[in-house]
């Protein structure tokens, strides 16, 4: 059973992991790149999410043969090429941002940001 | 011209009068005012005919317009609201009068801001009385609030400020909490919330959620300054005083009981509120606001401050007489509606007269004044007379019934309680007579008077702004400007003595012979 | 005719997507502003033509490129959907003509094109993920409208709306994460992600702790992006530093989206499944709206700017809507879904209304409101009874949501709910006061009191909503008759 199970979720447990640490790091770092980094990390999580469970085993890429029997879901690849674009420009947008509150603040450290606007206040 | 179109033009005139005010500039000063008593008299006239007409049995109804099916803006007349109606238009002139020789004899500043506001807040008092369902009621009772929150923080001053928050505050807030809720739970029980004989909750609510939301009604109208939600009224007296004698001996808090009444009537019937003792403890409550404030009232030195206690307690007679749940009881409250309007309004006015011509705001500072200003503090005798309740004037009325109804309920105490009441009258309102006329005058001390005095050194200019002198010495009398109205009002008390029966002949379709 | 009725659906969506990139081939900031301006006017006729289409036949189902369900993407319209489309499209179509003169005051000439881009493509997306009847199809468009909202917030003229603008980003992509792992698991579950086919499919593996941990997933992501207390913290900054024209947009429109989509996740995909019972999901639906109605209301009681303190009226003007979700019985979600609508006009008018003032002084702090009442008294005029409407007085639309949200709650014995929305109603009355009297009793520091009123292109916009804040108000046939349907449509689902 172990050996079945082990293996099999394995790549749920990579999932949780790479969610944990991609949520902790948003949450616990102060650098603006890093919580983007962050971000990242924690959207990479779901991608692997979602490619394993299209995968079946044995199964190979959903193109039509006479030899092939077993095929994995192609749908949740297409999903999350879809979900890929969307993340790459949640990550570009928010760069720029870090970018233009560098020049603004002349700063990317959070805390230092929020001192700053308090004083501003 | 059809009973409906007159309708329609008792709230149009006060309204197209406020504008025309607002529109005839500042500069124009006698137009205004002359814009003003025309506008009163206009619709006196026409509340005098709808009189007639539902005094024929006509009970003209027009929907203003129609929110969503089965709540809609409508008003219907009877003879309840034609009473309040009729009370407030009448006042209305006798006020526009008095104000104008207050306002330029006091040189307050914004009067066109002033006397559009009154005139919106009459057009709202008159909706109230005409309003056909308790979503009519609502909306024009919220407009009387905030049409003359600018009334009440007409000065500007911090205090005023501060008055006008706890203004608004108690009176929105109470409204907005309990009278709204209220009301929306009566459309969920009854379906509707139309005013109907007999009421509408009868047989479609159980008697524990007929008994709280009749608390909710009663409390949720503040207006009737029943405790504690009472300190609205004493905070609303930093007004000029044309606003406190009209809206708030008058218009704004007879707004308030009369709602009551028309609740307890309409909503629940007198019937069912006997039958369910929903009202019991609340006549308690009544009870104790008219002695309390009566208490309080004997410890006020300011004029107005007394007075304004004095309001809180002589209303709390009329939702007594609307919480002993008999026939007799609610016309006592109806008549006493009309009975301590006029009698307040000429102690309102008496004391205007005193603050603004002889610069005194404070009771003890009046002593001797009498003998200045005899007429006026003759009338202020009378009227005190008639809230007290003495014969020949029609105060007498009104407690009368009002005792009547509690011993036909064999609720004796509440006898006891209009005694002492009438008692404790005597002993606040009669001190400032007895004072003003036998008291040894002060010498004149210049701190008493305030910033006040600055002022009001540049002499009046207009013929009928002038100190009335009855060719004696020793005399300064209010100018005729002032003076006609509270002469005027106290004939009134006078009159309603002998007229009281004829209101009663004209509240029978609703209370029965 | 017929092609348009059969294709409005899916014009609403397509008609600002692809005018979007024009935006920025015109590159002329006059022409890009006509030319956004035009297609927010042909995208409400649009949602209009579709809304009548819709009250008339009933549900409408579009099949994306002929492939029917579940396998293809279709757009599901119903009533709610419909109102949704007709209230972003509107606001859209009102914000457009007033965005001109304040876009041009706040921000560089040279990035006007661009702002009118996104702001088609906000808009786009919104639209998109009202009209979808596929639940990844409406991720994708809740990433679209967020996008393009996170750019328009970050171009407020302040340099605090670059840290607002990041830190919504970073909120908002969590949120919408949480949507897709939510999503992810209940496809395992059920192998599909058309909306009407889980329906049918999810109550079969209801009580799978799959399921459970999808739901709150779903629930928390869509959660953060309705500002739902306690996941609000992005709401106030975000609002009070973009740009005026791009705030009373997104306040009018993207939480109210955002609430439809919750709404279609708990009546429509989970509606038999009725996460309410089964879940246990209403109790903590309604003390969430609750607290956030009261947090909302007394946090907005004490802002000294006030745009920021009509951000937290708006988190507690969420919490009604929430709250008319969750007591779900047909008259309180009408009154949820009612005040969606009500909602959108009154904030949308206020935030204009504060634009109008930004124009004018540059500054919406408290302090610089005295004696508004004398130098834009139109404009205070119009702050005072959209202020009117959000305590939810009579004659406005805001009595006519509480009117039923109150009667929900009655109907359903819980008066004490009744009470607690008119004691936040009260709160409200409390802020808007704040503001009412610094605008007419106080004056200015420097004694200015001369007439100096906005530009009336700015005002006609303005009055546009509060007009219909108070004309909904006083004759509500019309949109309770919407709501009404919406709200039985979406109970149909459960039954």
């Keep these: 059973m172990i050996d079945y199970a082990f293996p099999g979720l394995l790549n749920y447990w990579i999932v949780f992991l790479l969610m944990m640490i991609g949520l902790y790091i948003v949450i616990a770092h102060e650098n603006l790149i890093k919580k983007i980094v962050g971000l990242n990390v924690f959207q990479v999580s779901v991608f692997v999410f979602y490619i394993s469970m299209a995968k079946i085993k044995g199964g190979t890429a959903p193109i039509l043969a006479d030899s092939i029997e077993v095929y994995s879901n192609p749908l949740p690849h297409v999903l999350i090429l879809t979900a890929i674009v969307v993340g790459v420009a949640t990550t570009a947008l928010g760069l720029a941002l870090v970018v233009r509150i560098q020049e603004s603040y002349d700063t990317i450290e959070d805390d230092e940001i929020r001192d700053i606007e308090e004083r501003s206040d | 011209m059809t009973a409906e179109t007159l309708v329609l033009l008792a709230l149009g005139v006060p309204f197209l009068g406020g504008l025309s005010v607002l529109f005839s500039g500042p500069g124009s000063a006698n137009v205004r005012d002359g ?479 | 005719m017929t092609f348009l009725s059969l294709n409005m659906s899916v014009l609403a969506v397509i008609v600002p997507l692809m005018a979007a990139p024009i935006c920025v081939l015109l590159r002329h900031s006059g022409l890009a502003w006509a030319w956004a301006t035009a297609i927010a006017g042909i995208t409400f006729v649009l949602s209009i033509g579709l809304l009548q289409h819709i009250m008339a036949n009933g549900t409408l189902v579009y099949e994306m490129g002929g492939w029917d369900g579940p396998w293809g993407i279709v757009y599901h319209i119903d009533e709610v959907s419909a109102l949704v489309v007709m209230i972003v499209a509107a606001i859209a179509a009102v914000v457009m003509p007033y965005a001109k003169l304040s876009i041009e005051r706040e921000i560089p000439k040279e990035r006007h094109y661009l702002v009118y881009c996104m702001f088609l493509l906000c808009m786009a997306g919104l639209i998109g993920m009202a009209v979808t009847g596929d639940a990844f199809n409406l991720f994708v468009f809740l990433e679209v409208s967020s996008l393009s909202s996170y750019v328009l917030i970050s171009l407020g003229n302040d340099r605090r709306a670059l840290t607002a603008s990041l830190r919504y980003l970073i909120i908002g992509t969590l949120g919408a994460t949480f949507y897709v792992i939510g999503l992810g698991m209940i496809y395992m579950m059920t192998g599909s992600l058309n909306m009407t086919d889980l329906a049918t499919s999810l109550p079969e593996v209801q009580d799978t702790q799959t399921i459970h941990v999808a739901f709150a997933f779903v629930i928390i992501g869509f959660g953060l992006k309705l500002a739902l207390f306690p996941l609000h913290i992005w709401l106030p900054n975000a609002y009070t530093y973009a740009p005026s024209a791009v705030t009373a947009f997104l306040a009018a429109t993207a939480t109210k989206v955002a609430v439809y989509a919750m709404l279609r996740l708990i009546y429509t995909v989970f509606g038999d499944v009725n996460p309410f019972e089964t879940y246990g999901l209403r109790g903590v639906m309604i003390a969430l709206a609750l607290l956030g109605m009261f947090a909302g209301s007394l946090l907005a009681i004490f802002q000294t700017n006030v745009k920021r303190l009509l951000a937290y009226s708006s988190i507690a003007q969420v919490g009604y809507m929430v709250l008319g979700i969750s007591i779900g019985n047909a008259i309180a979600l009408e009154g949820g879904i009612i005040h969606m609508f009500n909602h959108a006009l009154m904030k949308g008018g206020l935030f204009m209304a504060m634009g109008c003032v930004f124009y004018m002084v540059g500054s919406t702090d408290l302090k610089d409101m005295a004696g508004m009442g004398k130098r834009m008294p139109l404009t205070a005029a119009a702050f005072v009874i959209g202020g009117f409407a959000l305590v939810g007085t009579p004659l406005t639309v805001g009595f006519i949501s509480k009117f039923y949200l109150v009667q929900g709650a009655l109907a359903e014995g819980w008066w004490p709910i009744a009470f607690m929305i008119m004691f936040a109603s009260l709160l409200a009355v409390i802020y808007v006061w704040r503001v009412v009297e610094v605008m007419y009793f106080q004056k200015p520091a420097d004694g200015d009191l001369s007439y100096n009123e906005a530009p009336i292109a700015m005002l006609i916009p303005t009055y546009v909503l509060i007009g219909a804040a108070v004309y909904f108000g006083t004759d509500a046939t019309l949109t309770s008759e919407i709501s009404l349907n919406a709200a039985q449509t979406l109970l149909g689902g459960s039954k």
Excluded at chain 2, 158 to 175: K, M, N, Q
Excluded at chain 2, 258 to 273: A, E
Excluded at chain 2, 401 to 415: R, V
Excluded at chain 2, 428 to 444: D, I, R, S, T
Aim: hydrophobic share 55%; charged share 10%.
């Design chain 2, 35 to 513: 814009l003003t008593v025309i506008t009163s008299i206009i619709l006196f006239c026409i509340v005098w005919q709808l009189i007639q007409i539902v005094d024929a049995g006509g009970r003209p109804t027009v929907t203003l317009l129609q929110m969503i099916p089965g709540l809609s803006l409508t008003l219907s007349l009877e003879p309840l609201g034609m009473i309040f109606a009729g009370v407030a238009s009448f006042l209305w002139i006798v006020t526009s009068f008095y104000a104008f020789g207050y306002m330029r004899g006091h040189h307050e500043a914004n009067q066109t801001r002033f006397f559009f506001c009154f005139a919106i807040a009459i057009m709202s008092a008159l909706g109230i009385a005409f309003s056909g369902n308790m979503l009519t009621l609502f909306v024009f009772y919220e407009v009387l609030t905030i049409s003359t929150f600018p009334l009440v923080t007409h000065s500007g001053t911090d205090e005023a400020r501060r008055a006008g928050r706890v203004y608004l505050g108690i009176l929105l807030g109470t409204s907005v909490t309990f009278l709204l809720t209220a009301m929306i739970w009566t459309y969920v029980e009854a379906g509707t919330l139309d005013f109907q004989k007999g009421g509408i909750l009868e047989g479609n609510a159980p008697a524990g959620v007929i008994a709280i939301l009749f608390g909710l009604y009663i409390y949720g109208i503040g207006k009737a300054a029943l405790m504690p939600f009472h300190r609205w009224l004493p905070a609303a007296m930093v007004a000029p005083t044309p606003v406190s004698a009209l809206l708030h001996a008058v218009a704004v808090v007879k707004a308030g009981v009369f709602s009551v009444v028309k609740v307890s009537v309409f909503i629940f019937g007198l019937d069912t509120l006997r039958d369910t003792g929903a009202s019991t403890w609340l006549a308690y409550v009544a009870a104790i606001t008219i002695l309390l404030s009566s208490i309080i009232a004997m410890r006020q030195d300011n004029l107005k401050a007394r007075l304004a206690y004095s309001t809180i307690s002589q209303l709390s007679y009329v939702v007594l007489g609307a919480m002993l749940a008999s026939n007799i009881g609610a016309m006592g409250s109806t008549m006493h509606i009309v009975m301590h309007a006029f009698g307040k309004i000429t102690l309102f006015f008496c004391a205007g007269a005193i603050i603004v011509f002889a610069h005194k705001t404070e009771i003890s500072d009046m002593h001797g004044l009498g003998r200045k200003m005899p007429v006026t503090f003759f009338c202020f005798f009378v009227a005190s007379l008639s809230i007290i309740g003495l014969p020949p004037l029609g105060g007498v009325w009104s407690k009368w019934y009002i005792a009547l109804a509690a011993a036909e309920t064999d609720q004796i105490i509440f006898i006891a309680v209009l005694m002492i009441s009438s008692l404790l009258n005597i002993a606040y309102l009669m001190p400032l007579v007895l004072y003003g006329y036998f008291g040894k005058e002060k010498p004149a001390d210049t701190h008493s008077h305030g910033d006040d005095h600055s002022h009001h050194h540049a002499p009046p200019n207009h013929s009928m702004l002038k100190h009335l002198t009855f060719g004696r010495p020793g005399i300064a009398e209010a100018p005729i400007m002032c003076l006609a109205p509270i002469v005027l009002t106290t004939i009134g008390c006078f009159a309603l003595f002998f007229y009281a029966d004829r209101i009663r002949l004209f509240l029978t379709p609703v209370f029965g012979g």
